[in-house]
């Protein structure tokens, strides 16, 4: 058998396994066994150094999860855009395809619990119907192929998708979301990567939220993936205890630019029901994008967006640069605080002394207001 299934079939997936390994007891997390699956790879669990480190929280239930605080089954409404099984079109060009329904590991903060985990919500039955939507949609030119973990098919599974969705000529590009290089690094064979790359343009985003998950199997994994031509990217999820730290997250990014990923989101935790103790304010978020713009490279500042609840899409946000703006002028503050002039086109104002010494390279700094 490949190691990738072995590591699937001797993975954790029940309480009491989890019960005994880590001291928990098991009457209170025996209860999450049938709210939302159980699993983590043996690779993944032997990164997790003590109970209730970055790695333990992700994946090791907690009966936190049980606590009601009137969060939501399906916060980003994804259900309302779905015209069809398994397909989610909420933007013009591009529609998000759900063709697994397993994960190599469940997250405990995963958006979608209530339907990853479970063959009747995700079926790969709809995936001609999903297929079928596609062809017949002329404006979907970028279909991101999600679940559950699309690597998780077995590889003439997902090469029948890849090779219809190939088919249909307007869809220009092709993106895969998957943990899988994270959570079982093994999977990323090179069989696996000889299908990938005879469908591009192809991209893959990964998911990575800790730097110890950048381990040297999973490093030379995106190794392989980043070799066969395969643009990479990472969306984060910011989350309480995990990463919600300025430079565990900028060491990540770092570690991602290493290993040939660009950084590309980073998620304020969705409003899911049972994952409250991973939320985090806002503020945190912006306070790690400060942290980041312009201390480190500009290629390790990925976008901080909120998905909004009701089905809004993702929202950039970004921490106050510009202090004032007219139609003669814009005040802007720089990463480290101070303060510059910048004279909008055709404002009649003459030009200052401060502006003509910045034309020549000098730093301008003029007083805080
Ligand atoms: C995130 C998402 C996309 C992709 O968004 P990009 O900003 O283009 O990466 C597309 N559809 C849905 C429903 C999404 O949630
Ligand atoms: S890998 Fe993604 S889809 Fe799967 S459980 Fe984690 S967050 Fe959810």
Redesign the pocket.
């Known amino acids: 058998m490949e190691r990738w299934r072995q590591q699937l079939q001797n993975s954790v997936t029940k309480a009491r396994e989890i019960s005994q390994r880590f001291g928990v007891p098991l009457e209170d997390i025996l209860e999450l066994e049938k709210q939302f699956n159980i699993k983590i790879t043996p690779y993944y669990l032997s990164l997790i150094k003590e109970k209730d480190d970055p790695i333990y929280k992700q994946v090791i239930p907690d009966k936190l999860e049980l606590v009601d605080t009137g969060l939501f089954e399906d916060p980003?409404a994804?259900d309302k855009?779905s015209p069809v099984n398994n397909i989610?079109h909420?933007?013009p060009d591009?529609?998000?395809f759900l063709i697994s329904h397993v994960c190599a590991s469940y997250c405990r903060f995963c958006t979608r619990k209530r339907k990853v985990g479970d063959p009747t919500k995700i079926s790969t039955k709809f995936i001609d119907e999903g297929l079928n939507y596609i062809s017949q949609h002329p404006e979907i030119r970028?279909v991101?192929l999600s679940g559950g973990d699309p690597l998780l098919l077995g590889d003439h599974q997902l090469e029948y998708v890849l090779q219809k969705l190939r088919r249909i000529e307007h869809v220009e590009i092709i993106r895969i979301g998957t943990r899988v290089p994270c959570f079982l690094p093994h999977r990323i064979t090179s069989g696996l990567v000889r299908i990938l790359k005879k469908y591009h343009p192809l991209y893959i985003n990964v998911h990575f939220n800790h730097p110890d998950e950048l381990t040297p199997i999973a490093v030379r994994a995106l190794g392989r993936l980043a070799n066969a031509g395969i643009p990479l990217g990472n969306q984060t999820v910011l989350l309480k205890g995990v990463n919600d730290n300025p430079s565990v997250m900028k060491k990540l990014m770092q570690k991602l630019l290493q290993a040939r990923v660009r950084p590309y989101y980073i998620y304020q935790a969705d409003m899911v029901f049972g994952t409250e103790h991973f939320r985090t304010n806002v503020e945190k978020g912006l306070e790690i994008i400060q942290a980041l713009r312009g201390w480190t490279s500009g290629l390790a500042v990925p976008h901080f967006v909120i998905?909004a609840p009701g089905g809004g899409?993702?929202i950039p946000l970004l921490p106050q640069y510009i202090m004032k703006i007219s139609d003669e002028e814009v005040i802007l503050r720089n990463y480290s605080g101070k303060i510059y002039r910048y004279r909008q086109p055709e404002s009649n104002g003459p030009l200052r002394i401060e502006e003509i010494l910045e034309t020549e390279g000098q730093e301008l700094t003029i007083e805080e207001a």
Do not use: F, M, T
């Open positions: 980003l994804e855009d989610v909420r933007y591009r529609c998000l970028d991101i998905d899409g993702k």
